[in-house]
Every structure is written in structure tokens, then in C-alpha cells.
């Protein structure tokens, strides 16, 4: 534990009463509940909750950009509303350690400081590193809780964490204490009655809140449309030794980096079966390292092999377990399915296990992996049907029993697309929550909670802020970067002299552009386009002034000589719309010497050379 995560402050721990923050006084105002990210799509989960002056963020995730987001390595949500209330914050809820709840925490820390961050142990350890890589470390102070701990936030909040069941250790649903009255936020979570941690969902306290009485939940919609109950995740486990044991080679096995839980088994089986463990992917290294370093997962160290040594071994003594279960274009699996890997080639015999499904959006990246891998001779175990994933999410009797036990006099539908809280909404009117008492949201949406109601009451700017090696990634340049990939660029030189003309033909070159056109052609038609535009427009670009010196306005120039290229562009490409890029190279100043006695000529501004 380093001097920047410590054991928070507990208060109250255990008592079936919590603390009373003025509640139901007429004069206090309501509680505002602005969801940044996760509303309408799955990933960059991110919420506000806004007291008076006070605010406390819970959670601040990231997504992974779509194909057309060229060169983009994650998304994130905007940000705008929290950087211009920076000194609103009091404080950060954190709810379990996945990517799309703490991703864009350290990128925020960049822009404003939070005073202090709360979350589960194996959550704080996986944020402290990456705080520490990105520098910001020094930006917040991380603070441990464990279930049933209650932590302080400013004046106007008080949090319990509640122990959950999710696809990760350490998952909390948070009981938030406000003025206005107590607010739950379910976090991810699906209820599994056999956990493989043994570490069990807390039903008894949501109980105990839905007797005293919750003012508004705040629940995962992700599995809404799916009936009945979510399988245990332990019930993979005879799935996985079963596939794991019929393997005559060696496996190569592919999950989340942060499946904790499928992990701890797989690693189990292996060990069971007398198979060594390599590991390969940076982030299943660091989250087996911190987990182990938690006592989330329990196994001997000599069940580890670096790569370089499993290569002596026999075949079917050998378990790799590596990151790429969604295609991830840089991810291990990924670079094995392309040959592309080092030190990992496909053999035939061996057996690969995909023991996750795709995110939506995934989908054609891992069939496009696991039709190479099967083209190198690998025996590849997918898909639904054969047991070996299940969902860390409740599906719709888990959604109805949280409803039942917290009892809430409102409802807001929260982490999933839209079909996905028009069906959580539903579901909860059949648990006799009226329509009126809930509200289906979009990310931005300012909610207002108070005894009184529940209604969305203006909006904050939302969206998403895009983030590549270099920084964030502007609206334009990504609409540049989609140009180049589905139209191609044009470039386009020129050279005018000091007479207003063209020094020489123009130079014209076509990158990734589909054209029937020669080349010659184009050229001379850029020419002429040029050659007009300057015989015409010349003379408001160029002035003599009183002391016969010639004054010209490059840049206006250039600005109009580009805006007839476009034209001349669109109209020759009708079914395409490259990208320009216009270059004017202007003529050097003549020397003093050889300027005296004739008309000295200056420009206003050179825009090439």
C-alpha cells in the first residue's frame, strides 16, 4: 500500500442504520443525477451526482473506437461539464476494477484534479498503476474500502459499499446517502449463488435498505432482453476442464484480461491437469500479478513458464493464456492468428479456446481470427452452445429480484443501448413501479430526484472526446483521417510569381483515388482552373502602395486558389470526395542590391516554399 492508497475511513461499518443528511426538508433541493457515458451504447460508464455546490463522480470509464475511427485508441466521454465545475468535485465512487469503469480515469487527472478516489482493493491496485504510468498519480489520493464500509464525501454525501457478483473480483453496489434521500447504484452486477471467490452478493443489506426505504435505482440493463436467471460463473468450469483434458496439444486459451474469476479456474484446471501457464499480453500479466498479490487467485509459483522455456516441454503439458479474446488488432492472440508473433506460431494439434463473447461491434474481428487460426491447422472451441462463457450481467429475473429487495419509489434505467432500458423499464413496470416514476435517459440528460418526483431538467454537453498516441483527436482531423481511407488524397502544387502567373505547370498527384481520368488531363485542367482564377482575381490580392512597393496577400490568395481546387474536385469526382491538400509556393524576396531603382515589391505573408 503506497502513500497514495490508504484504508478510507470507515463510518458506521455494519450498523443497520446510516446517517441522516437533512432529508425530506422542503427547503432542500433535488438531487441531480447527469450520466456522461454508458446511456445508449455499452462502455465509457461515467455518472454525475450533483448536491448544491458539491459533486461526486462515480465511476469514469472508456470504450474502444469503431472501425471508421482511424488511428483512435480509445473514446472517452466529454468532459466539458466536470472541467468547468472542477472546483464542484469532492470526490470519485469507484465500483470494480473493468476497463469501461476506470479506463479514463487517468486521462482526467490530466485535465482536473479529484481530491480523493474510493474503490474495492483489487480496483485501487489496478488504477494505481495505471496512475503511475500516466504521471498523475500525485493528482488524487486512492483509498481501499471493503463491503459494507461508509465513507464520507463532502457535506451532502454519504456511501456505503455493498457487496456484488460480476465477472471481476472485488464488485461493490453502492448505497449513496444525500440530503434528497438514498440513491443505489447497482454497479455491474448479476446475482450468482455459487461464486467461485466465495465471496457472496449482500442481499440481506439491499433488503434492509428496502425496508427503511430507497428514494431511486440506479440499475444495469445490460442483459434486460434476456429471460431467466444468469448462470454462475462457476458453471464454466466443468466446460473448460472437459475441452482442456481432450486436448491431445497444447492449448491456447483466450479470455478477458480481468475475468478474474475465469482466470482463478483455468489456472486451477491446469495445474489439475499437469500443464505449465505462460502468459502472454501485458494486461493479463498485470491484473494475474495484482490479483495474486490480493489472494484473488491461490496457485503455486512453478505453475508459471516464460515462453522461451515451454518450448521444450511436451505439447500437451503446455497452457498459454493470453489477451485478444475480442480481436483486438495489437492483442497477442490477434498477432498469433497473422503469423505475426515472435515467439508463438500455430501448430496443427493445437487447440485454441475463445472462453468469451464478442462485444457487439467485435463480432467480425474474432470470426476473422478464428477463421486464420483454423486455416493454420488449429482445432478452435467458440461460441455459445459450448459453455464455456457466461455473462457477468443479470438478465431479467436477477433484475426483478434487485427491484424486489430495494423496493425503490423510483427507477432509472442505466448501462445498456437503448432497446436495452426501453426493456429494463419494462420489466420494472411489471414489478409495479409506475411509468411515471421512471425516466429513459441519453448521456448529457440532467436528471432531478427529490421525494417529489423524478425529470429530466436540461442537459450538459456530452459526446465523446477521442484519444490517439499523440492526444486527443479533433472532429476535423478524424473526418480527415475517414477521407483518406474511403476516398484517397489529391495534392496539388503550385508556384505563382510576382506578375500574378503560374511559374510552372502544376504538379498533381492522386493517392488512393479510383479515377478513370489520366493524369495529364487533370493537370491540365487544374491548370486552367488556376490560370483563370489568377487572371481574374489577381489585382484584389496584389496592391501597389504609395511608395511603390508592392504589397501581396498570399494567404487570401492561397485560401481562394484551394476553394477552386474543391469545386473542381467535386465536380470531377462526383462519386468520391478525396481529401485536398493544396500547397502554394510564393516567390523569394529579391536582394536589396538588385531591387534599387526599380519597384520594390513585399508580401504580407509566405504560405509555402
Not at 432509472?412 to 423499464?425: A, F, K, N, T, Y
Not at 510569381?497 to 502544376?506: C, D, F, H, T
Request: with cysteine.
Amino acid at each position: 500500500m503506497t502513500k497514495n492508497e490508504v484504508s478510507a475511513p470507515i463510518l458506521n461499518k455494519n450498523e443497520s442504520s446510516a446517517p441522516i443528511l437533512n432529508k425530506n426538508e422542503s427547503s432542500a433541493p433535488a438531487l441531480k443525477v447527469i450520466p456522461l457515458g454508458g446511456l445508449h451504447e455499452i462502455g465509457k460508464n461515467t455518472c454525475v451526482f450533483e448536491y448544491n455546490d458539491e459533486i461526486v463522480l462515480l465511476d469514469a470509464g472508456l470504450a474502444f473506437p469503431s472501425d471508421s475511427m482511424h488511428g483512435v485508441n480509445i473514446v472517452l466521454p466529454d468532459m466539458t461539464y466536470l472541467r468547468e465545475n472542477r472546483h464542484k468535485i469532492k470526490g470519485m465512487i469507484v465500483t470494480h476494477g473493468h476497463e469501461d469503469h476506470i479506463g479514463g480515469i487517468a486521462y482526467h487527472l490530466k485535465q482536473f484534479d479529484i481530491p480523493v478516489i474510493y474503490g474495492p482493493r483489487l480496483a485501487m491496485a489496478l488504477l494505481e498503476g495505471k496512475l503511475e504510468e500516466a504521471g498523475v498519480l500525485n493528482r488524487t489520493t486512492l483509498k481501499r474500502v471493503g463491503p459494507r464500509d461508509m465513507v464520507r464525501i463532502g457535506a451532502s454525501f454519504f456511501v456505503e459499499f455493498i457487496r456484488n457478483t460480476h465477472s471481476i473480483a472485488d464488485s461493490f453496489t453502492v448505497a449513496i446517502h444525500t440530503p434528497a434521500g438514498v440513491v443505489i447504484h447497482t454497479g455491474d452486477f448479476k446475482i450468482d449463488h455459487t461464486p467461485v471467490d466465495g465471496e457472496f452478493f449482500d442481499l440481506q443489506r439491499l433488503a434492509e435498505y428496502g425496508e427503511k426505504g430507497v428514494l431511486c435505482l440506479i440499475s444495469d440493463s445490460t442483459n434486460s432482453e434476456v429471460p431467466g436467471f444468469t448462470p454462475s460463473e462457476r458453471s464454466v468450469y466443468p466446460n473448460l476442464d472437459r475441452f482442456i483434458s481432450q486436448a491431445k496439444g497444447r492449448v491456447l486459451l483466450t479470455t478477458f484480461a480481468s475475468s478474474v474469476h475465469r482466470i482463478n479456474m483455468v489456472l486451477e484446471i491446469a495445474q489439475k491437469q499437469g500443464r505449465v501457464v505462460s502468459v502472454v499480453g501485458r494486461s493479463m500479466l498485470n491484473v494475474i500479478a495484482q490479483a495474486r498479490n490480493l489472494g484473488y487467485i491461490k496457485c503455486s509459483d512453478n505453475l508459471f513458464q516464460p515462453l522461451q522455456s515451454i518450448h521444450q516441454l511436451p505439447e500437451d503439458k503446455v497452457l498459454i493464456l493470453t489477451t485478444g479474446s475480442q480481436g483486438e488488432p495489437m492483442s497477442a492472440m490477434t498477432r498469433i492468428a497473422n503469423g505475426e508473433h515472435r515467439q508463438i506460431k500455430v501448430r496443427k494439434g493445437d487447440t485454441v479456446i475463445f472462453s468469451a463473447n464478442p462485444i457487439p461491434g467485435n463480432t467480425v474481428a474474432v470470426v476473422n481470427t478464428i477463421d486464420k487460426l483454423m486455416m493454420q491447422g488449429a482445432n478452435v472451441i467458440y461460441g455459445r452452445d459450448k459453455g464455456i462463457h457466461v455473462s457477468g450481467h443479470g438478465c431479467q429475473e436477477d433484475q426483478k429480484l434487485m427491484i424486489a429487495l430495494t423496493r425503490p419509489k423510483f427507477f432509472l434505467p442505466v448501462h445498456g443501448e437503448h432497446r436495452m432500458l426501453i426493456q429494463h423499464s419494462k420489466t420494472a413496470q411489471s414489478m409495479s413501479i409506475p411509468a411515471e416514476n421512471m425516466v429513459i435517459i441519453d448521456n448529457g440528460d440532467v436528471v432531478e430526484v427529490s421525494e417529489d418526483g423524478i425529470r429530466v431538467k436540461g442537459k450538459v454537453p456530452s459526446g465523446i472526446e477521442l484519444v490517439d498516441n499523440s492526444g486527443v483527436v479533433k472532429a476535423n482531423v478524424l473526418k480527415e483521417r475517414q477521407q483518406l481511407a474511403e476516398d484517397g488524397i489529391v495534392t496539388i502544387a503550385a508556384a505563382v510569381n510576382w506578375e500574378g502567373k503560374l511559374s510552372a505547370k502544376p504538379e498533381v498527384h492522386l493517392r488512393g483515388v479510383v479515377t478513370s481520368m489520366e493524369r495529364d488531363h487533370l493537370q491540365g485542367i487544374v491548370r486552367e482552373t488556376l490560370e483563370s482564377l489568377l487572371s481574374d482575381r489577381w489585382s484584389e490580392f496584389a496592391r501597389t502602395l504609395d511608395d511603390e512597393l508592392l504589397e501581396v496577400d498570399w494567404i487570401g490568395l492561397q485560401t481562394q486558389m484551394e476553394s477552386a481546387l474543391q469545386r473542381l474536385i467535386r465536380r470531377e469526382f462526383q462519386s468520391s470526395r478525396p481529401l485536398l491538400v493544396f500547397l502554394l509556393q510564393t516567390p523569394e524576396e529579391e536582394p536589396p542590391a538588385k531591387a534599387a531603382g526599380r519597384r520594390r515589391r513585399r508580401s504580407t505573408a509566405k504560405v509555402a516554399s
